[in-house]
């Protein structure tokens, strides 16, 4: 039998939610309300579970499974059947059609040399620095696609400098972002000593 992914556990719940109260949409203080407490003892190793929470939803936003329906976090299932007994909302078909918003986002990110950047390439090449990783494509030169890596990352007191780079294909470089937070740390300190062993 398949294991259950976090992410199918998650819209397992949003479904089930839906299901209790009859309707499809619902903001993440009524996931939370629900279920938080019962995850954190499914996943007891996961000590950020509202992220873990948050980042399942957006995958499952992603995937064009959830939506939202206005500017403020009320998410409504989008590409699944009839709920049982469900009330749908008047508005909802019209929501159906809607396009995808536009929106625009001021952010703020810390400043990148890029000569680091093209130290990291000169250095450690075009190919995924995780063993026996062959996870890459050819762009349009036909150069692999690789992703340049701050291994501590600059916001937490990383260096931007070649000590603290490494390459990475685009599974890898989520995975060093967005995993679990025990398996980040592990991986993280991988990608020092291999970069260490390569300087």
Known sequence: MKKQTQRDRIFELVVQLCEQRGVRTFVLKDFYDAYLTRLEKEWPNNRH???????????????????????????????????????????FNAIKKLPPDKREYLIETYARDVKWKKMAHERFGFHCLCRNCRNTFLREDNTPYIEVHHIIPLCDGGEDHIENLSVLCAHHHR??????????EIFREQLLKRVRSLL
């Open 49 to 91: 579970m509202k992220d873990k929470i948050r980042q399942q939803l957006q995958e499952l936003r992603q995937d064009k499974i959830l939506t939202f329906v206005d500017g403020h976090g009320r998410y409504t299932l989008s590409d699944v059947p009839n709920l049982m007994d469900e009330i749908e909302p008047e508005h």
């Open 175 to 184: 995975f060093a972002h967005y995993a679990q937070y025990d398996e980040r």
